[in-house]
Nanobody, 119 residues
Framework: QVQLMESGGGLVQAGGSLRLSCAAS????????MGWYRQAPGKQRELVAA???????NYADSVKGRFTISRDNAKNTVYLQMNSLKPEDTAVYYC?????????????WGQGTQVTVSS
């Protein structure tokens, strides 16, 4: 079984910064892509940023230039540095990982962490 544990959410004023972390644990052989998604009230979950095992990244247009995704493969951890936060960034942020375990490949999700940006 694989677990993803997120941390770093909270309340911040517009223009501020937060850093989210997500650590994967369990019986992991290796991890392919990792990413961050978010879901605001009344909206669908959307991709914020993703990173491959080789370090290639992609971002939603709404966060380009403000957010940076990175990962530490040795720690099975992915980070999301969020700068110049806006009220519209308010959402529950979810970590996602495409994980290879022995004989199986599956998608895993964290429990979510709340990010609230006040104006």
């Amino acid at each position: 079984q694989v677990q993803l544990m997120e941390s770093g959410g909270g309340l911040v004023q517009a223009g501020g910064s937060l850093r989210l972390s997500c650590a994967a644990s369990g019986f992991i052989f290796n991890i392919n892509a990792m990413g961050w998604y978010r879901q605001a009230p009344g909206k669908q979950r959307e991709l914020v940023a993703a990173i491959t095992s080789g370090g290639n990244t992609n971002y939603a247009d709404s966060v380009k230039g403000r957010f940076t995704i990175s990962r530490d493969n040795a720690k099975n951890t992915v980070y999301l540095q969020m700068n110049s936060l806006k009220p519209e960034d308010t959402a529950v942020y979810y970590c996602n990982a495409d994980v290879n375990t022995i004989g199986r490949r599956a998608d895993y999700w964290g429990q979510g962490t709340q990010v609230t940006v006040s104006s």
